[in-house]
Nanobody, 124 residues
């Protein structure tokens, strides 16, 4: 079993920054893919970013490329999402997810474990 706990959401003005954290516990993570997805009101959940725990390669949705950065702390089994230049359209519940098979996918059905989500609200 893998437990994922997100934190760091909140209310921020457009142009501001937030850093989300996802602390993972349970099984080891040497071959996992860790990812962030988000779901805005009335919309489907969408891929934001992913990182291979094996080699550190990173992936981003076009909508966040250049503004968001995914990173990790191996010692803490924690993945971060640094979000800069936030826009009102970034408002959503952000979810951390883990794929134990390390497939580096942007498809949510590839992910086996999910956190509870953290709300990010960007005001204009």
């Amino acid at each position: 079993q893998v437990q994922l706990v997100e934190s760091g959401g909140g209310l921020v003005q457009a142009g501001g920054s937030l850093r989300l954290s996802c602390a993972a516990s349970g099984r080891t993570f040497s071959s996992y893919t860790m990812a962030w997805f988000r779901q805005a009101p009335g919309k489907e959940r969408e891929f934001v970013s992913a990182m291979s725990w094996r080699d550190g390669s990173t992936y981003y949705a076009d909508s966040v490329k250049g503004r968001f950065t995914i990173s990790r702390d191996n010692a803490k089994n924690t993945v971060y999402l640094q979000m800069n230049s936030l826009k009102p359209e970034d408002t959503a519940v952000y979810y951390c997810a883990a794929d134990i098979y390390g497939r580096n996918s942007n498809t949510e059905r590839r992910y086996n474990y999910w956190g509870q989500g953290t709300q990010v609200t960007v005001s204009s």
